[in-house]
C-alpha cells in the first residue's frame, strides 16, 4: 500500500510540474504571438485550464509533506493534551471542509459540461473538475496523516516541529 502511495504521490506531483511548465509556455506563446499581432486566442484558455489543475495537484503535494503556512504560536502555548485536542479538531475541519468541497464541486463541474471554456470547444466542466478531484485527493491526504498523528502521538511532537 505504502508504495502505490508513493507511486500515486511521484506521479501527482510529475503531472503537477508538466501542468506549470505547459501553463508558462501557453502565456509566452500567447504575449509573443498578441505582440507580433497575431494572437493564439486559445492559448490562455488551456494555460487557465493547466494552472487551476497545477495549483490543486501541488496543494495536496504541500500538504502532503506538510509545507503550508501554519501560525501554531498560539497553540503551542498549551499543554500537549490540549494541543492534541486541537490538532485533530484542526483536521477534522479540514476533512469536512475539503469533502463539502468534493460535494459542491462535483454539483458545480456537472452544470458545466456543456459550458465551453472561453474561445475552444472544450467543456469547462475540465477546469472545475478539479475542485472535486483535488479537494478529494488532499482530504486523503489530511486522514491519512489525522490517523498517523492519532496513532503515534509522541513522534509527532517529539520532533520540535509542528506536527501539522
Request: proline fraction near 4%; charged fraction near 15%.
Amino acid at each position: 500500500m505504502a508504495k502505490l502511495l508513493r507511486r500515486l504521490a511521484r506521479g501527482e506531483e510529475i503531472v503537477a510540474r508538466v501542468c506549470l511548465a505547459g501553463c508558462s509556455l501557453l502565456v509566452f506563446v500567447a504575449a509573443v504571438s498578441r505582440a507580433v499581432g497575431s494572437p493564439v486566442l486559445w492559448a490562455i484558455d488551456i494555460a487557465m485550464l493547466l494552472f487551476i489543475w497545477c495549483a490543486f495537484l501541488g496543494a495536496d503535494a504541500a500538504l502532503r509533506a506538510k509545507q503550508h503556512i501554519i501560525i501554531d504560536i498560539v497553540v503551542r502555548m498549551f499543554p500537549q493534551r490540549v494541543q492534541r485536542a486541537l490538532l485533530i479538531v484542526h483536521w477534522s475541519v479540514m476533512i469536512a471542509f475539503l469533502l463539502a468541497l468534493v460535494v459542491l464541486g462535483t454539483q458545480l463541474t456537472l452544470l458545466n459540461v456543456e459550458r465551453p471554456m472561453g474561445d475552444t470547444e472544450i467543456s469547462y466542466a475540465y477546469v472545475t473538475a478539479a475542485v472535486p478531484i483535488g479537494s478529494l485527493m488532499m482530504a486523503f491526504t489530511a486522514m491519512r496523516q489525522l490517523v498517523e498523528f492519532v496513532r503515534n502521538p509522541k513522534a509527532a511532537f517529539g520532533t520540535g516541529e509542528s506536527p501539522l
